[in-house]
């Protein structure tokens, strides 16, 4: 069947029919993370967040330091780089001048529950209005795999040669279920990035933290089980497996926090 | 304003809530706590920021937020707490965010004392922190000076988008006097262009102090060198006082400045031709006029309350053969004007039979 240069057109314009791009959020560059690594996957889950709450000019990222240090290059909003551990306090700093603004870290796990342990602390028990993306690798990633706060027992890594040992080093950190403790923290729930249902559950989980946020009720917090298929020295699709076989038996996934108001909200929005 | 009688940490946090500081982020520390005991209450009344922070270390950080955010911004501490604070100084020097700090220094090392020191003079003026640069350091004498410097100080920062430094001490924080508060300024309408405020209708705004790559941090410290040295040119500032004909010079800054004016007070009513010579800026350094100076004088005589920190400035500027002699109290310890004049006279009979010989 010969088609007119019309229905040819038209036909060209139901192959071209846009489907998925990438977010306004998110820059239009490649970033420095290794293949493999869910950084990326975290960035686009926040990316896509940002848009859909229609919030990308009215966000503020507070950087941290570790192999997300470089994240203000990859998402299209203003930002800032805090100090290793820093970043609760940055942000309390710009979120109390700025309260109608959305202010977010996006922190590692040596970076959260290692030098900056008090400053995320102090920040949910006031319960600062500021979400926070929590990166947990179990491992420190920028500086070549060293043995993180998060580290499971018997890991090797670089500074644990011999596999982490309890009774020299001590225990893995539970920090989604330390921060539900504190009355200031609405939302802290523990998301797993290594399969594609998982992210489907990690992106609903991140637009409720920030919706927790917009709606000034406290502090609110997404701790994402991720890969480091470098540092770990696997292939990626080991090193996604053993965030399934490993990680999250060791950091069970849940909610291990979600405020009345929080859970009213979303109730709300789904009945609407 | 009529004058009141001001306590010194009083008096400088409103200054600082008059100078239109929107954010003071804290923690308590002898001898300056009642400047955050202020703040909790005037800031709050004002509908500003004021937040006690968990440590030092995150006020500095939440300090260094809220001045990204393109609002007047402050804290105030002493000494241990002012070590501390380093880390915030680097990264608020390296990313260029104006803000002001006021030191109420204490004696030390370690946890030391509660007693009024200048101790902090190397680590304020020269060793801020890691990296290339100086905090600009202003050292009032009075708590009228301590308002007046206050507000300074926020002009200072704004205009060199850096670090500005009242370096006070706890003789300063505690005294009452009667002082004059400025009227109350209003509060800036709008934020800075490179401020954090969102991205709305215009590119995204960074406030970041990596520059990865020797050559693109070079260039970074290259910039920043020219704007200290813009500084050194434009914001020397110094008093002196009976220095015409003076044989000696007395010098001295802050509260050592202040028993060291009473001394020479007493010592001009002797008839001795004695001077006082006082940098008001501690960086940059009264150089050149203090170089001038000297050149006039048989001998320069530094006052301080520490082991020597000023001295080193002092020598460097007047050369080795210009005869300096030093007093030192340390450790919370105040000189007394009888024990600066009696030093003093000791240094006129050493010229004398020198001069003799």
Known sequence: MTLTLTEQQEDVNIVEKLVYQRPLSLADVHTHYCPGCTHGTAHRLVAEVLDELGVREDTILVASVGCSVFSYNYFNVDACEAAHGRAPAMATGIKRVNPDKVVFTYQGDGDLASIGAAEILHAAARGEKITVIFINNAIY???????????????????????????????????????????????????????????????????????????????????????????????????????????????????????????????????? | MPKQLLKGNVAFAEAAVRAGCEAYFGYPITPQTEALEHMSKRMVELDRTFVQAESEVAAINMVYGAASAGVRVMTSSSSPGISLMQEGFSYIVGSEVPVVIVDVMRGGPGLGNIQASQSDYNQITKSAGHGDYHPLVLAPSTVQELIDLTTLAFDLADKYRTLVIVAADGSLGQMMEPAELPPMRDLREERPSWALTGAKDREPN????????????????????????????????????????????????????????????????????????????????????????????????????????????????????????????????????????????????????????
Not at chain 1, 144 to 154: S, W, Y
Not at chain 1, 206 to 220: D, H, T
Not at chain 1, 225 to 252: D, F, H, R
């Open chain 1, 141 to 272: 990633g920028m500086t070549g795999g060293q043995m993180a706060p998060t580290t499971l027992p018997g890991q090797v890594t670089t500074s644990s040669p011999f596999g982490r040992s309890t009774s020299l080093t001590g225990y893995p950190m539970h920090m989604a279920e330390l921060l539900a403790g504190l009355p200031g923290t609405v939302y802290s729930v523990r998301r797993s990035l290594h399969d594609a249902r998982h992210v489907i559950q990690a992106k609903k989980a991140i637009r409720l933290a920030f919706e927790a946020q917009i709606n000034e009720l406290g502090f609110s917090i997404v701790e994402l089980l991720s890969s480091c298929p470098t540092n770990w020295g696997m292939k990626p699709l080991e090193a996604l497996n053993w965030v399934k076989e490993e990680m999250v038996p060791a950091y069970p996934l849940g909610d291990y926090k979600v405020a009345d108001e929080l859970k009213a909200l979303s109730k709300r929005k789904k009945k609407s």
């Open chain 2, 206 to 357: 960074l406030i970041s102090s990596i520059y990865l790559g020797a050559d693109n941090l070079e260039m970074f410290n290259r910039k920043l060198q020219g704007k200290l040295a813009l500084i050194e040119k434009a914001e020397v500032r110094y008093e002196e006082q009976f220095t015409e004909e003076a044989e000696i010079v007395i010098v001295a800054f802050g509260t050592a400045a202040r028993v060291a004016q009473t001394a020479v007070k007493h010592l001009r009513e002797e008839g001795l031709p004695v001077g006082l010579f006082r940098p008001i800026t501690l960086w940059p350094f009264p150089e050149k006029a203090l170089f001038e100076l000297s050149q006039k004088t048989k001998a320069l005589f530094v006052v301080e309350m520490n082991a020597g920190q000023m001295l080193h400035d002092v020598r460097m500027v007047v050369g080795i053969d210009k005869p300096v002699k030093f007093l030192g109290r340390m450790g919370g310890a105040i000189p007394f004007p009888d024990e600066i004049e009696r030093e003093t006279r000791t240094l006129f009979e050493q010229i004398m039979t020198a001069e003799m010989e």
